[in-house]
């Protein structure tokens, strides 16, 4: 008897599970609208990057390292001296030349980076052109700060938001709608892209070597967008 008790009871409790389940899912949503709206903004390069080298050749290995490193800290000990400006050393290598058809070793060459970085573009520039007659320029670039792309981005998020509103409501009017519910919305940055050359130029025509004029600097900008895509549910009157 204690047994047909217990089967009773579970029979009941499973029948009672079986009717909650509609109410525990979902209900289904009608008349959504799926939305995008972007948004992007100009922003000007506020960093400058620039990478200069030295390179050499020596039948001694010893003397050719010697050397490299003498010219680096030469040019380290100036580029410190100019304040705004993080000074870092880049990539150094050194590599066997061969002769006699490649039979054996005739000479070692050795190249070695210097790297330089600044917001003040004008001393920057300024310090690359002094550091010519003992360096190589290798790359000059610029791009957007940390802080900027930040600030930029929290900008674009609001915009982002707000164009999206205004699309919803939009969509709203146009199925004549009386209201409408926000569903999901998810934000999303596609990053900063170039958007002008960057470049440089000299009354000169160049910018290789130390009697150069410190050339006039056209950083450009990046374009940073953010898009705002989600769903709505418009409530019909």
């Known amino acids: 008897m204690h047994a047909l008790n217990r089967l009773a009871a579970t029979v009941a409790l499973g029948l009672a599970t079986l009717a909650s389940l509609p109410a ?40 050719l390292a010697a050397g490299v490193t003498k010219t680096l800290n030469a040019a380290i000990d100036k580029a410190r001296k100019v304040q705004g400006v993080k000074v870092s050393l880049g990539s150094r290598q050194s590599y ?9 070793i005739g000479a070692w060459r050795e190249r070695a980076e210097l790297r330089l970085e600044s917001a003040e573009f004008a001393r920057l520039s300024q310090l690359s052109a002094d550091l010519l007659g003992e360096l190589k320029m290798a790359e000059m670039s610029f791009a957007v700060a940390e802080d900027s792309r930040k600030a930029s981005e929290d900008q674009l998020i609001k915009q982002a938001v707000n164009a999206f509103k205004a699309r919803a409501q939009l969509a709203t009017e146009a199925v004549g709608g009386k209201g409408y519910k926000l569903v999901s919305l998810s934000l999303n940055g596609s990053g900063f892209q170039p958007v002008m050359p ?7 025509g160049g910018f290789s070597s130390k009697a150069d004029a410190a050339p006039q600097i056209e950083a450009g900008t990046s374009r940073v967008s953010m898009s705002a895509d989600g769903v709505i549910e418009v409530q019909l009157p």
């Open 24 to 63: 525990m899912a979902d209900e289904p949503r009608y008349n959504q609208v799926s939305l995008r709206a972007e948004v992007s903004q100009e922003v000007a390069h506020d960093r400058m990057y620039v990478t200069l080298y030295t390179e050499a050749q020596s039948d001694d290995p010893a003397e």
């Open 96 to 104: 066997p030349v061969y002769e006699d058809e490649g039979s054996k």
């Open 198 to 204: 960057v470049g440089i130029r000299s009354v000169s």
